[in-house]
């Protein structure tokens, strides 16, 4: 049986021999000892991912209970905390990843800046948590699931708050821009007038884009050089959309389907932070955002040499970049029933029959819905009729009846 054993520094493969069906844990923990070279009294194990998290409240794996007792798998994860510099020695570099550089090479001045670059990970996020409104995180999973059945990637900007005290991201509603996505590459086809609108609501409910959510197709790129969290193409996209963000506290989410051996699929949301130099290097155009086809998925380029794992290098494992941020969810203050943007679906017909269902509601309920109002706003300026309609949503005040008529105005056209 394969384990995958993943740590702050990446992730490895242990073989636990078949005729070991006596194994425990302890058992395991000398395998692991012997293949990543952490000692065992330093090792923590863990099947809940929280053990990465900085608080590292996860229930531990008692070291004398059979490997058999517990729900593992070919291919299962199981999760591995120890403190810094715990390893006996770096692990070598995958084969891929040569270091740059020779003695007496001549430097110029960029280089020598360059070195001064050190990408180490960052230990703890700029936010204390990520929860998402469970029904729009629903509506996102359930279409690339049952519509696209996670053959192609698929992304949404996150709309919501920012907690002022606890640094808490409250995500409300996902917003679908234009796309079109293979198994590893996502092509934002981004529409600044929408986008502008998608402000516009976010700003009149009192929130803001907080973050990004995308999935990783079934038949993404595999590397030769091991398992990874994120490729090299999402780091770029992430690391770029972070740095767009503005806000300290931004979130990049990653929504993957996990098939066992049985051949079901459980789906799988992460929450991540790309790290302060990750998006630094992204600013500073060290990292390299062209990526060929022939690139180990695994490594991000450098355009000049960093120093990473305490060598000079032109490639870096991507797992240095990510700060995993605790995941929750939540019930938000809109409903998701209307069909959501940018789905190839004709938005413009449902509007009358939405309206019709929830015609027993107050017309302030029956419009509390980002995507409704994201539709039934085309025709009012952003700037001041947008806000103040979704104001009224957030108060759930009366909506003015100017507004009433345009809207049914609107579904009647229908």
């Known amino acids: 049986m394969i384990l995958r054993i993943r740590s702050r520094d990446g992730t490895d493969r242990i073989t636990v021999p078949n005729a070991a069906a006596s194994a425990t844990v302890a058992d395991l923990q000398r395998l692991i000892a012997a293949t990543v070279t952490v000692p065992v009294p330093l090792q923590r194990l863990s099947l809940d991912p929280a053990l ?22 070919n291919g299962s994860f199981v999760y591995l905390s120890y403190p810094p510099d715990a390893r006996s020695y770096q692990p070598p570099p995958p084969k891929a990843l040569a270091p740059a550089g020779s003695f007496g090479k001549k430097m110029t001045m960029d280089d020598l800046i360059a070195r001064q670059i050190r990408v180490t990970r960052q ?15 629903n509506a996102f999973q359930l279409y690339v699931a049952e519509s696209l059945a996670f053959a192609v990637k698929r992304a949404g900007f996150l709309y919501g708050r920012v907690d002022a005290e606890t640094k808490e991201v409250l995500v409300d509603f996902i917003y679908e821009p234009p796309q079109n996505g293979t198994e590893d590459v996502l092509q934002l086809m981004r529409d600044a007038s929408e986008e502008a609108r998608v402000d516009a609501i976010a700003d009149g409910l009192g929130m803001r884009r907080v973050g990004l959510v995308f999935t ?32 300290p506290e931004w979130v990049t989410a990653v929504v993957k389907l996990e098939v066992g051996d049985d051949g079901s699929g459980d789906v799988h949301f992460e929450a991540f932070q790309m790290s302060e130099v990750c998006v630094k290097l992204f600013k500073g155009g060290v990292l390299e955002t062209e990526i060929g086809d022939s690139d180990d998925p695994r490594l991000s380029k450098m355009r000049k040499e960093v120093i990473a794992g305490g060598k000079d290098t032109m490639e870096v494992d991507n797992d240095f970049f990510l700060v ?47 995507h ?13 009729d947008v806000p103040a309609l979704a104001a009224c949503v957030r108060l759930q005040a009366e ?8 809207i049914e105005y609107l579904a009647g056209q229908t």
Do not use: W
């Not at 230990?123 to 995180?137: G, N, T």
């Not at 409704?372 to 025709?379: P, S």
């Open 123 to 137: 230990e703890a996020p700029l936010c204390s948590a990520a929860s998402f409104d469970r029904d729009s995180a």
């Open 216 to 247: 990783q197709a079934v038949g993404r790129k595999s590397s030769e050089t091991g398992e990874y969290t994120m490729s090299n193409r999402e780091v770029v996209q992430a690391a770029q959309l972070q740095a767009e963000g503005g806000i």
């Open 324 to 370: 995993p941020v605790k995941i929750s969810d939540h019930q938000g203050p809109l409903s998701t029933g209307f069909p959501i943007e940018n789905r190839g679906l004709p938005l413009a017909m449902k509007l009358r029959a939405h309206l019709d269902r929830a015609k027993h509601l107050p017309f302030v309920k029956q419009i509390s819905d980002f």
């Open 372 to 384: 409704l109002l994201l539709q039934a706003t085309a025709m009012l300026d952003v700037k001041a």
């Open 52 to 73: 990465l998290l900085p608080a590292g409240q996860a229930q531990p794996l008692d070291p004398a209970a059979p490997l058999a007792s517990l729900p593992l798998a």
């Open 399 to 406: 909506v003015p009846e100017g507004y009433q008529l345009l």
